[in-house]
Nanobody
Framework: QVQLVESGGGLVQAGGSLRLSCAASGRTFSAYTMGWFRQVPGKERELVTAISSGGSTYYLDSVKGRFTISRDNAKSTVYLQMNSLKPEDTAVYYC??????????????????WGQGTQVTVSS
């Protein structure tokens, strides 16, 4: 499994931006499909966006046009750029890795490695 550490969360006003980073350990980062999930109390964790080893991406409809996922394989890091943030984006955001290929772009159950989570709070 790969070890994941997120950073970059915080408090921002509605309309603002944040960039989350997720640093991974291990030598096979480039082979993983990487995803960002979020969870609010009382709700299931949802897959927000993902990027495959080949660069294909998936976005939850509610974040399309506002969020951008990217990866830097040389740094073993995946990023989530969040723009035009809304109060409903408030959640704990988790980075996750899947070794099951591009199928994991849209299937949350295929992720096996998780970071500790970082809080994102958007005030109105």
């Amino acid at each position: 499994q790969v070890q994941l550490v997120e950073s970059g969360g915080g408090l921002v006003q509605a309309g603002g931006s944040l960039r989350l980073s997720c640093a991974a350990s291990g030598r096979t980062f480039s082979a993983y499909t990487m995803g960002w999930f979020r969870q609010v109390p009382g709700k299931e964790r949802e897959l927000v966006t993902a990027i495959s080893s080949g660069g294909s991406t998936y976005y939850l409809d509610s974040v399309k046009g506002r969020f951008t996922i990217s990866r830097d394989n040389a740094k073993s890091t995946v990023y989530l750029q969040m723009n035009s943030l809304k109060p409903e984006d408030t959640a704990v955001y988790y980075c996750a890795a899947s070794g099951l290929g591009s199928r994991a772009l849209t299937i949350a159950a295929m992720y096996r490695s998780w970071g500790q989570g970082t809080q994102v709070t958007v005030s109105s």
